[in-house]
């Protein structure tokens, strides 16, 4: 890309996003079009494969990643609303496929990969005009798009630009809000008690929504706050920032 | 094929977590360290560099193991410290009941060991009529009620002072109740004093051996490690034979890592260097010092390049300290001697990855485990390796209980997993059919249920991404 910004990229919707939150979905879209970026929405898109490779299902996971490959054939950057599922295809898929005949060409497709906050600021350097109502929010960083992706702020610079947004800070902001994927219903109480941690520091900042750029903590902590009731509404990051800026 | 004897963490956790006192005590510890490690560390890229440092001395001596462990022999013989080999923790028992044996031993003093308690060796001795007395003040809590270490270095922080007062005035003789945590170390510290200068023999660990100078390097903070392995006569120490390092060099940088990591401490309040029995003309150490240096399967991990990754642990603890999990339901849950994300890689690779399919599962993978590990111990990834193990027999790999946690019903939802995601237009039927009905879908359907434990049960969307994406009609390739 040699530092000048692409007119074109790919989009993965992910599964939890296709099936949960396809308004987030939608909103990344716009967020890259509107940036200027045509967008390409391939079909045939399914599943990054991450619960079978954490589950140490392979060749399961394999099978599946490569017809997703597969669908991106051109140099291009391909963009997802998701840190998990970013992490699996940028940095986990080099070592799924290691030693596979075709792992040269899933490494360059990994190095394509960015999740959607990281390509906008780090990329393509949007700037945003809050045309919302004041509103105080909370952000959940997600594991796998810190430790795996080495996001580093992106997305609070974002809500930053955004003039009527206050961010209060979540306490202890780096700890797993619990779902972990598979781990939620296997190791229940557990994962139990780690969202209901979480929501109780989110619930303590007074913010009226928690925003997060992972659809898996999204689920998790949206489920648990709709089962105490709670008035905290969680909502993509996307979502969030298309609703806020897009014209009227 | 089924493991035989599976031990459920997942009960234990679930047990454990029903215990608000355990829980305030843990969680408030944890935090307090992990405050203190961070303020050791206010540069990330100082951390950074120590901690390439560190990985990279201890992998080189893992490259050289065979050829350190031979020459630490050797340097520690010249040294006047005898090294004994033990394979299994049975051997290892058994060495050392005969070195307390030829010595006419009858008590022991003990200074924290972590692979002592491997070995389960209090018991072992105890049942030979030799009483071991655990002088660590964490070690020393946690026997009086017949219990084992919750953390690696912080055995009793199950425990909080109120406990500890009570347990003391019932336990320890002529003990007055109070909560003042000076005057209860100081009722510990006058049994203790006495049973060093009593004791026949004293047992530490080793957290570094230098193969060059035949040196046993001892961390802590009470200085009980050196009323251990100086006052009696004889000083046994016990180590894992991953611990040896190449030269005194390489210690400095280790030994800045690790206290810092563990408990926030630039220093430690001492730091043993022990180099061999009390020489001709000296006024004190013991007159004999012998080296017992244990496998128990770790040669068995030091095979795999992937896996030998486990061994370059210095035992701080961090990982513990910041795992969510841990945090939560503490070191018992895990039943076995290392708790929390060391804990998770280590026992399976011990004790077998179908016993401990379970425990292996016990994790987000959120990573903050590997993320603070001063070696960087690539815990995750090799969780999720010893997943695979579990479940796959034909891994090449000498891994006990390989495919012994397979079961019918995972291996047929994997397959049915990738069968419809590797179709798209059975996964398009599959979204359809979920988007429409998925409402319908009991709350208390298997799995389903386990998530509602906590949450409502997720809806999907009316229409999906992918279907709208389509019914815009632009952008499709």
């Known amino acids: 890309m040699n530092g000048t910004k692409p007119k074109k990229v790919y989009f993965y919707g992910t599964c939890l996003v296709d099936l949960f939150f396809p308004d987030a979905g939608m909103a990344g879209i716009q967020l890259l079009r509107r940036a200027g970026v045509e967008v390409v929405f391939p079909e045939g898109q399914t599943c990054c494969g991450q619960p079978a490779f954490n589950c140490g299902y392979w060749e399961e996971a394999r099978d599946v990643a490569r017809t997703q490959v597969a669908l991106f054939p051109e140099d291009l950057p391909v963009i997802l609303p998701s840190g998990s599922c970013a992490g699996m295809m940028k940095v986990h898929y080099p070592e799924l496929f290691h030693g596979q005949p075709d792992e040269a060409k899933v490494r360059a497709f990994s190095a394509r990969v960015y999740e959607l906050t990281q390509f906008l600021v780090d990329v393509l350097d949007v700037k945003l005009q809050d045309l919302g109502e004041p509103v105080k929010v909370t952000w959940h960083s997600s594991c796998h798009a810190v430790r795996d992706l080495g996001l580093k702020g992106e997305p609070q610079a974002l809500i930053g630009q955004l003039s009527n947004v206050e961010l209060a800070p979540l306490a202890r902001e780096y700890e797993c809000c619990g779902f972990g994927g598979t781990f939620s219903v296997r190791h229940p109480e557990v994962s139990g008690a780690m969202v209901a941690d979480k929501i109780a520091d989110a619930t303590a900042t007074g913010a009226s929504v928690v925003l997060s750029t992972d659809g898996g903590c999204l689920m998790n902590v949206n489920g648990a706050l709709e089962a105490k009731s709670s008035k905290l509404k969680v909502q993509h990051i996307a979502e969030f920032l298309w609703e806020r800026t897009r014209a009227r | ?477």
């Open chain 2, 1 to 477: 094929m089924h493991a035989e004897k599976e031990i459920h963490f997942r009960d234990a956790a679930a047990k454990a977590l029903l215990d608000p006192q355990l829980r305030a005590n843990f969680r408030r510890a944890m935090d307090g360290l992990i405050a203190k490690r961070l303020a050791q560390f206010p540069d990330p890229r100082d951390l950074q560099d120590l901690r390439d440092l560190s990985t990279a001395i201890r992998s080189r001596s893992l490259l050289c193991l065979p050829e350190l462990l031979e020459q630490l022999e050797a340097s520690c013989a010249k040294n006047g410290i005898k090294v004994h080999w033990a394979e299994t923790c049975e051997q290892a028992n058994q060495l050392i009941l005969g070195i307390l044996q030829a010595k006419g031993a009858k008590t022991l003093v003990k200074g924290k060991s972590m692979v002592s308690e491997e070995m389960h060796l209090n018991a072992f001795l105890e049942s030979k009529g030799i009483e071991a007395l655990e002088s660590d003040l964490g070690e020393y809590i946690i026997q009086l009620d017949g219990e084992t270490p919750s953390h690696i270095i912080m055995p009793a922080i199950h425990k909080n002072k109120d406990q500890i007062a009570r347990q003391f005035s019932q336990k320890i003789k002529d003990a007055k109740y109070t909560e003042d945590v000076d005057e209860l170390t100081a009722m510990a510290r006058k049994v203790l004093r006495q049973k060093f200068l009593d004791a026949d023999a004293g047992l530490s660990g080793v957290n570094f051996a230098v193969a060059e100078t035949g040196t046993l390097c001892l961390v802590e903070n009470e200085g009980n490690g050196r009323m251990s392995t100086h006052v009696p006569p004889l000083h046994i120490a016990v180590m894992g034979l991953e611990k040896v390092v190449a030269r005194l060099e390489d210690v400095a940088p280790l030994y800045a890592i690790l206290t810092r990591s563990a408990t926030g401490q630039a220093v430690s309040t001492y730091f043993n260097l022990i180099t061999g029995p009390r020489g001709e003309g000296e006024k004190d150490g013991p007159q004999e010092v012998h080296l017992v240096i244990l496998d128990n399967g770790r040669s068995r991990i030091y095979a795999d390049p992937q896996l030998r990754a486990t061994l370059r642990c210095i035992r701080c603890g961090a990982c513990m300290n910041h795992c969510p999990v841990y945090t939560r339901v503490g070191g018992h849950a895990y039943e076995a001697v290392y708790p929390g994300p060391i804990g998770k890689i280590l026992t399976p690779q011990m004790e077998g990855v179908g016993v401990r399919h379970d425990l292996i599962h016990g994790s987000s993978l959120c990573g903050a485990c590997g993320e603070v590990c001063p070696v960087e111990i690539p815990i995750p990834e090799i969780l999720v390796r010893l997943r695979r193990e579990a479940t796959h027999e034909d891994m090449g790999s000498t891994v006990v209980g390989k495919g012994t946690g397979r079961t019918a019903s995972e291996d047929w939802a994997w397959r049915l997993w990738a069968g419809v995601l590797k179709r798209p237009a059975l996964y398009r039927v599959a979204t359809w059919f979920a988007t429409r009905f998925g409402k319908a879908l009991p709350a208390s359907a298997p799995l389903i249920r386990n998530w509602t434990q906590s949450r409502t049960k997720p809806v999907p969307a009316r229409r999906s991404l992918s279907e709208r994406m389509r019914a815009e009609g632009v952008s499709h390739e």
